[in-house]
């Protein structure tokens, strides 16, 4: 089982980030994929999930700054993030969605988004 975030790190506020996620065959192939995230305190949140297809659907929080996509050849989700806000600060995860039955997360990546 893979699942290996990158890409976080530290931006200021208006500032883009581009997340990789790269995913074993198991998890990824044929499934919708997801970037979830979850900040110091809350719970994990879904912010976009894309179908094998292409088609994409995405939290009210990110839509039209954040833009999910997937490389199926590549096995590996990413998360293009624009207008970054201190409110985007948090842990960023990838795995299949739903997520019913997954017991493992990886380490996922951290975002920080200073003001």
């Known amino acids: 089982v893979q699942l290996q975030a990158s890409g976080g790190g530290v931006v200021q506020a208006g500032g883009s980030l581009r997340l990789s996620c790269a995913a074993s065959?198991?998890?990824?192939?044929?499934?919708?994929m997801g970037w979830y995230r979850q900040a110091p305190g809350n719970q994990r949140e879904l912010v976009a999930r894309i179908w094998s297809s292409g088609i994409t659907m995405y939290a009210d929080s990110v839509k039209g700054r954040f833009t999910i996509s997937r490389d199926n050849a590549k096995k590996t989700v990413y998360l293009q993030m624009n207008m970054l806000k201190p409110e985007d600060t948090a842990v960023y995860y990838c795995?299949?969605?739903?997520?019913?039955?997954?017991?493992?997360w990886g380490q996922g990546t951290l975002v920080t988004v200073s003001s």
């Open positions: 795995n299949k969605y739903p997520t019913s039955g997954v017991a493992y």
């Open positions: 065959g198991n998890i990824f192939n044929g499934n919708l």
